[in-house]
């Protein structure tokens, strides 16, 4: 699973926020005079300081050929959004419907509420299950440790439940509180399924499993020496026996010839 990386103020790789790909940004602040250029961007590179430049800049994906506008450190184009960002260990493929939720959200929050809900999807399949009934698969969650609460939220939004609202119905205006709820039960579900466990994971491997595995060693061997050294005994023993029966029976062989 990738990071999902922030787009952030003149960095040189991020996720890009119409897209949704990780890739190289090109910056340019924007000058008066800016024109077509020959190459068919939309604003000419121009670095020349003689021209008066705009309080503005614009970043340049060289993976969709796309421009973002920022006024200062703020991105403005695509339309700054309120909702939560994803989590940044959140799959590439899940957060670009998740971002793409998460932009269209300003202009219209049902359009958002249906994307946020394939997302929901694609992160139940991006964790292993299959995705075919989400209600059975959260129940999973919930049985790996996710909080029931996050599944009974679940099911007050429709998301499960034994009629869940599918992604083509779209809530109405008076159900942005739910909307924004979606989002943030998605990056509950990330952090409690992926961040939480890679946490006891990285915990778990700390802890000093080699040395107690050498300690355990040299007893299991001493009890196997042990168990060789009763064998070899026994066996000694026997042999000791048999010799002793022997030497017996050859003394009364000879008492005998002189009776």
């Known amino acids: 699973m990738s990071k999902y990386v922030v787009p952030s103020y003149k960095s040189d790789n991020f996720h890009c ?34 021209y008066r430049p ?23 184009i695509p339309s700054a959004s309120t909702l939560p960002h994803p989590h940044a260990e959140t799959p590439t493929k899940v957060s670009k419907t998740y971002l793409e939720a998460m932009n269209v959200y300003p ?18 399949t991006e964790l292993g299950d299959q995705g075919n009934n989400i209600t059975e698969d959260i129940a999973r969650f919930v049985e790996d440790g996710l909080p029931a609460q996050i599944q009974q ?38 952090e409690y399924m992926i961040i939480k466990k890679k946490q006891i994971k990285t915990l778990y491997d700390k802890l000093p499993k080699k040395e107690l595995a050498s300690k355990e060693l040299p007893q299991q061997d001493l009890f196997e020496d042990k168990e060789e050294e009763v064998i070899d005994k026994e066996v000694k ?21 002189f009776v």
């Open 17 to 50: 926020p119409i897209c949704g790909v990780y890739s190289h940004q090109d910056w340019r602040d924007l000058y008066v005079g800016s024109g077509y250029a020959d190459d068919n961007l939309p604003f000419q590179w121009r670095t020349n300081l003689s």
């Open 54 to 76: 705009y309080p503005l800049t614009v970043s340049y994906c060289e993976h969709c050929k796309c421009f973002s506008l920022w006024a200062g450190d703020k991105l403005i």
């Open 107 to 124: 202009a219209s929050p049902r359009a958002a509420d249906a994307l946020i809900r394939i997302a929901l999807q694609e992160l139940v």
């Open 153 to 190: 939220a679940l099911e007050y939004l429709g998301v499960i439940g034994e009629c869940p609202v599918e992604a083509e119905v779209i809530h109405t205006e008076d159900k942005k509180e739910e909307t924004i709820a979606l989002f943030e039960i998605f990056n509950l579900i990330v």
């Open 237 to 257: 023993l026997a042999v000791n026996k048999e010799q002793i029966e022997i030497q017996g029976s050859k003394q009364s062989e000879v008492v005998d010839q």
